[in-house]
């Protein structure tokens, strides 16, 4: 059992920088893939970036260059640093953890993500 809380949402202007923070409970926690997803109003949950239990990471083309996901299993986080962020970056974005989970075609997806976060809002001004 994997129990996930997001933080470090908030309010921006666009070009600002947010660090979202994933934090897990479970002594397992690194044999997981953490992935974050986001949702906006009326749209699908879309995938962001994802780290899988090996270290590899990924990302959806709109935020590459921009975002960085990163781990550290000794205080089970995973986190998502966000810079020059945009308007289309607003939406809630949520963590998940999928079991040794370590390939683009897997990580990408929703599917094999077992446990999931509340969610935390990004709203960014123009």
């Known amino acids: 059992q994997v129990q996930l809380v997001e933080s470090g949402g908030g309010l921006v202007q666009a070009g600002a920088s947010l660090r979202l923070s994933c934090a897990a409970s479970?002594?397992?926690?690194?044999?997981?893939?953490i992935g974050w997803f986001r949702q906006a109003p009326g749209k699908e949950r879309e995938f962001v970036a994802a780290i899988s239990w090996t270290g590899s990471t990924y990302y959806v083309d709109s935020v590459k260059g921009r975002f960085t996901i990163s781990r550290d299993n000794a205080k089970n986080a995973v986190y998502l640093q966000m810079n020059s962020l945009k308007p289309e970056d607003t939406a809630v974005y949520y963590c998940a953890a999928a079991y040794k989970a370590n390939t683009r075609a897997v990580v990408t997806t929703t599917r094999p993500y077992d446990y999931w976060g509340q969610g935390t809002q990004v709203t960014v001004s123009s």
């Open positions: 479970g002594r397992t926690f690194s044999s997981y893939a």
